[in-house]
């Protein structure tokens, strides 16, 4: 592993950058340190003001053929630091890997763009496309960076819109062209508050809700034994996230609310999956008329991607995997990205970065050196490879 890339990635574990939802700083410094990366390495880059102190980062490398772009995608905000083992802004390096938070999701990407874009700029190489750098804020709540990012392609001036895109997350070394998207609503289920010395006199919303957790429970059942899973992600999949109810112990509770996270397949619309859900609340009511319940529309939405296999970017990504000696089979993972926009967006994508999923948001979060080490590698093979002829 490149002592350089080490130190950069470990800076960059040090920098607090939990995204304010889960009440952090934000992105500010992230975005300041890779700045200055980029103007010390001789790179054009600028900062783009997302939110108050909350800037996206922009770079760019000229190719041959300035009418075609290709894209590398990364965020710089981190989930929270709650209920974590290990100092979360110490990068400690112990058996190969170093531990913090973001250090998997996703700084180690962060760091190996930004130093496979330094290489391929130092190398002399011009690359066959130009070559555009984002990393944006916001990935881990509100998608607000890339949308910022998508809309500037917009902009008269602004060049072409990119050909092809990859987005670093940890995949293992693996190159993925299909990922599941997410919808999030509430339901809520209305009764008639009481004394509850006299439970009799009151309509427990509580209880009613149950019955809509019991359908929903079944529902999810009868989908898993009725519907084929996608070849690439999996079955679609709901879960009951959160659940509030009641005002205090000693009322019948008048209220009550449930949060879902649907996780949809490619093809699968929000409209289709609203619906579907509204029938099973159609079946409770017939079921219980005196029931009062509510969907909300969704406050989250996203759908799903899938970029084909014949498209040049999965193709160029395998084919460099393959060169390297790594599994270059596209495969498809049950997680949401950044790369769901920039599909819809018509900029055919991929995800591809070092790390595994399951220490990403982790008590103990890690990533592989050796792993960083290698998605340098493909970063900068891919940046010379894609668009030649």
Known sequence: MKADVVDTLAELVRIDSVNPEWGGPGERAVADHALAFFREAGIEARQDEVLPGRPNVLARLP?????????????????????????????????????????????????????????????????????????????????????????????????????????????????????????????????????????????????????????????????????????????ATCSIGLIEGGAQINFVPEHCRITLDRRLLPGETE??????????????????????????????????????????VVATASRVLKTMGLDAEPAGVPFGCDCTKLSRAGIPSVIFGPGCIDQAHAAVEFVVIEEVDRAVDFYRRFMLEYGQD
């Open 63 to 235: 190719g041959k053929d300035p009418g075609r772009r290709v894209l590398f995608e990364v965020h710089t905000d981190t989930v929270s630091v709650a209920d974590m083992d290990i100092p979360p802004f110490d990068p400690v390096i112990r058996d190969g890997r170093l531990h913090g938070r973001g250090s998997c999701d996703v700084k180690a990407g962060l760091a190996a763009m930004m130093h496979a874009l330094a290489e391929v700029h130092h190398c002399g190489v011009v690359p066959p496309c130009d070559i555009l750098f984002a990393a944006v804020a916001d990935e881990e709540h509100a998608y607000r960076g890339v949308t910022k990012l998508i809309e500037s392609f917009d902009h008269a001036g602004s060049g072409p819109l990119p050909e092809a895109a990859i987005v670093a997350e940890p995949t293992e070394l693996r190159v993925i062209r299909a990922n599941k998207g997410v919808l999030r609503w509430h339901i809520t289920t209305r009764g008639r508050s009481a004394h509850s010395s006299k439970p009799q006199l009151g309509v427990n919303a509580i209880t009613a809700m149950a019955k809509v957790i019991l359908a929903l429970e079944q529902d999810e059942q009868r989908c898993a034994r009725e519907t084929s899973p996608h070849p690439l992600v999996g079955p």
């Open 271 to 312: 409209a289709g999956v609203t619906a579907h859900y509204e029938a099973v609340l159609d079946g409770v009511r017939a079921s219980h008329p005196d029931l009062r319940v509510a969907m909300a529309p969704p406050h989250l939405a996203d759908e799903a991607m899938e970029t084909p296999a014949d498209s040049a």
